[in-house]
C-alpha cells in the first residue's frame, strides 16, 4: 500500500526555522514528482515546493523562494521541507503529495495526512 507520512510541524517563532519530513512506504520516491502543499482552513491548497521527476529540479513558489528549500533522502524514501525566516503567514497543515509531475494540486496521486505549522510569537 503506498503511503505518505508527515512528520515534524510544530509552533515556531517568527523569524524561526522548523524542517519537516514526508516519509514513503510502499513505492519509491525517486520515481514521482514529490510536492509539498500548505492550506489554511477556509481556504484552497496551495503549492509550496515541488522535485521534478523528469530532471530532479526543485520548485518553489515565490512567497517562500530564498526560505524554504526542499531536499530527499534517498536511502530513507524521505522528502524534506526546511523552512527558515518563517512568518505568520507560513501557518497551515503541510502535506506532501506525489504525481506524475510537478503540476499542481489535481495532479498529485497519493496524499499524507499533513502536519500543523504554527508561527505564532
Known amino acids: 500500500q503506498e503511503q505518505l507520512v508527515e512528520s515534524g510541524g510544530g509552533l515556531v517563532q517568527p523569524g524561526g526555522s522548523l524542517r519537516v519530513s514526508c516519509a514513503a512506504s510502499?513505492?519509491?520516491?525517486?520515481?514521482?514528482?514529490i510536492g509539498w502543499f500548505r492550506q489554511v482552513p477556509g481556504k484552497e491548497r496551495e503549492g509550496v515546493s515541488c522535485?521534478?521527476?523528469?530532471?530532479?529540479?526543485?520548485y518553489h513558489v515565490d512567497p517562500v523562494k530564498g526560505r524554504f528549500t526542499m531536499f530527499r533522502d534517498r536511502a530513507k524514501n524521505t522528502v524534506y521541507l526546511q523552512m527558515s525566516s518563517v512568518k505568520p503567514e507560513d501557518t497551515a497543515i503541510y502535506y506532501c503529495?506525489?504525481?506524475?509531475?510537478?503540476?499542481?494540486?489535481?495532479?498529485?496521486?497519493?496524499w499524507g495526512k499533513g502536519t500543523l505549522v504554527i508561527v505564532s510569537p
Open positions: 503529495a506525489t504525481g506524475p509531475e510537478c503540476a499542481g494540486v489535481s495532479t498529485m496521486k497519493v
Open positions: 510502499g513505492f519509491t520516491l525517486e520515481r514521482y514528482a
Open positions: 522535485i521534478s521527476s523528469s530532471d530532479g529540479r526543485v
